[in-house]
């Protein structure tokens, strides 16, 4: 709860930069502004932290530092991976390998390539949002060039196996991109492990600034640029470099992996506790898995009423709620993760997603526990299709 009463329960959308990140950027905006690319001393400092942020970032996630290629958030990771990726590999196929629940950084660059002449399979998951390895596995034609699953879900909160998935791309010799927007920061990932070629973060998603990101790509592997330019990023990424933003980014990081076992304990049992409190409430269900999912989100369906009646009242009384993807704020078309994850349209018309994060606390959920239940009512009594 801030200090006028308002509970942020949307992290999913995205999060408060964390003070730690606020007091890392401050000098990059200040009297540290050289150019990085300039070669007298005035630019060392920004030039070093440019490297130590490098560093910091492959090591959490178990790759190289030259592996690392800062971009200006999830969606442009997700665009140069998959863009990158099928047009470098074009000649030896055109077919590439997604899912139904994806973000749509990842669908809308996938019904681009369909366009440009590329066959896209997009895999179904089961009622829990989980893709199958093996049905992925018999997806793959010799023209299959890339897979790309996303690490976790956004909306519902599941976790895919992208360690059994990476394992079939690797014996398959087949780029494997991960959107890992959702679990970078929240859960371990080892792209060495896991067998990743290409990942997506993004620093908005763990408490860092908002526009901007890094894509890890595989030495060797063929993924073509986007952006043509002064020859930055090791001419994989021109623009001058975003320090500021990527000094935060690798501060909040630094600190949620070191702190992630004891955040993800504390999340979970908030998670659980208000997941309980809502179930409480006649006719709702919780959506996606309850086995394999991140520590902060809870995602429900009540049926009889909308969405984004919820989410307004809830505003009214103070509470950040979702009804899944903020991508799709404005449209009246349910979710496609939920049609994907087998809902009859109806009822994935009833979604709500509250997302905790770091600032998240015990007040916050008892607030919305003991307000969501009088909405749901009200909203119950006015519904033209709810049986009072
Ligand atoms: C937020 C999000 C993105 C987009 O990241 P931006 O940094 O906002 O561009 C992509 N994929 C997933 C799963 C996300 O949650």
Redesign the pocket.
């Known amino acids: 709860m801030d200090k006028n009463g308002y509970v942020y329960a949307d992290n ?3 999060t408060r930069v964390c003070d730690e990140a606020v007091a890392a950027m401050m000098p990059y905006f200040g009297e540290l502004y050289g150019n990085p690319s300039s070669i007298y001393s005035f630019a060392s400092a920004p030039r070093e932290a440019l490297a130590n942020a490098r560093a910091t970032i492959a090591k959490i996630i178990n790759a190289e530092p030259d592996e690392i290629i800062f971009t ?7 665009n140069h991976a998959i863009l990158g990726a099928a047009y470098e590999n074009a000649a030896r196929g055109k077919h590439i390998i997604t899912t139904q629940i ?2 749509h ?2 669908l809308h660059t996938a019904k681009r390539l369909e366009k440009e002449g590329f066959t896209v399979t997009y895999l179904p998951v089961d009622s829990e949002g989980r893709v199958d390895p093996a049905a992925l596995e018999a997806a793959i034609t010799p023209e299959t060039t890339l897979v790309t699953v ?1 690490a ?3 909306e519902v909160g599941t976790i895919e196996p992208i360690a059994e998935i990476g394992k079939i791309c690797r014996e398959r010799k087949i780029l494997f991109h991960t ?1 890992a ?2 679990a970078v920061g929240h859960i371990e990932i080892d792209v060495k492990a896991m067998n990743i070629d290409m990942l ?1 973060a ?4 763990f408490n860092g600034p ?2 901007v ?1 890094f894509l890890y790509i595989r030495r060797g592997s063929k993924v073509r640029r986007l952006i043509e330019g002064g020859g930055q990023e090791r001419n994989r990424r021109s623009g001058t470099e975003n320090i500021a933003g990527i000094v935060g980014m690798a501060t909040a990081l630094s600190y949620a992996h070191e702190h992630m076992a004891e955040e993800a304990a504390r999340l979970s049992a908030l998670r659980d506790k208000l997941m309980g409190e809502i179930l409480k409430i006649p006719a709702t269900s919780a959506t996606g898995s309850l086995t394999h999912r991140l520590p902060g989100i809870v995602s429900v369906t009540v049926e009889g009423i909308e969405g984004e009646s919820m989410v307004l009242l809830l505003d009214l009384n103070k509470i950040a709620a979702s009804t899944g993807s ?1 991508c799709s704020t404005g449209s009246l078309d349910p979710s496609h993760v939920l049609i994907a994850l087998g809902m009859k349209h109806e009822v994935a018309h009833g979604s709500l997603r509250l997302s905790l994060g770091r600032y998240s606390t015990e007040e916050d959920v008892e607030k919305i526990a003991s307000t969501l239940p009088g909405i749901v009512e009200r909203l119950r009594m006015m519904s033209p299709v709810w049986n009072n």
Not at 72 to 78: C, F
Not at 202 to 205: E, G, I, L, T, V
């Open positions: 999913a959308a995205t200006s958030g999830g969606t442009e990771s997700d994806e973000h950084a990842v996303m976790a879900n956004n959107d927007v959702q997506s993004s620093a908005h998603k908002r526009g990101g903020a």
